[in-house]
């Protein structure tokens, strides 16, 4: 069982960066893989990115590619996201979720999820 929960959203002008956080509960947090998804309103969830357990491997949708950096740290039973250049259509709830198959893309491959944290650019 893996608890996950989302810190670090907030409002920031187009252009500007914010960091997320997710904080995982428990001690094999190191054996999952983890990802970000977002959902705007209206839409369906989607994927952003996605990072191996041992942190060697990443993989991210083409819309956030060079832009958005996610990176884990075992020690802290953390997983992090670092958007750069943020753009309003980044506007979204952003949710991390964890998974025991590996990077994956698919909703339906993450086992746990966190309760998401609001990131809203301004133009």
């Known amino acids: 069982q893996v608890q996950l929960v989302e810190s670090g959203g907030g409002l920031v002008q187009a252009g500007g960066s914010l960091g997320l956080s997710c904080a995982a509960s428990g001690r094999t947090f190191s054996s999952y893989a983890m990802g970000w998804f977002r959902q705007a309103p209206g839409k369906e969830r989607e994927f952003v990115a996605a990072?191996?357990?041992?942190?060697?491997?990443?993989y991210y949708a083409d819309s956030v590619k060079g832009r958005f950096t996610i990176s884990r740290d075992n020690a802290k039973n953390t997983v992090y996201l670092q958007m750069n250049s943020l753009k309003p259509e980044d506007t979204a709830v952003y949710y991390c979720?964890?998974?025991?198959?590996?990077?994956?893309?698919?909703?339906?491959?993450?086992?746990?999820w966190g309760q998401g944290t609001q990131v809203t650019v301004s133009a």
């Open positions: 979720a964890a998974n025991s198959a590996g990077v994956r893309t698919k909703r339906a491959a993450y086992d746990y």
């Open positions: 990072i191996s357990w041992s942190g060697k491997n990443t």
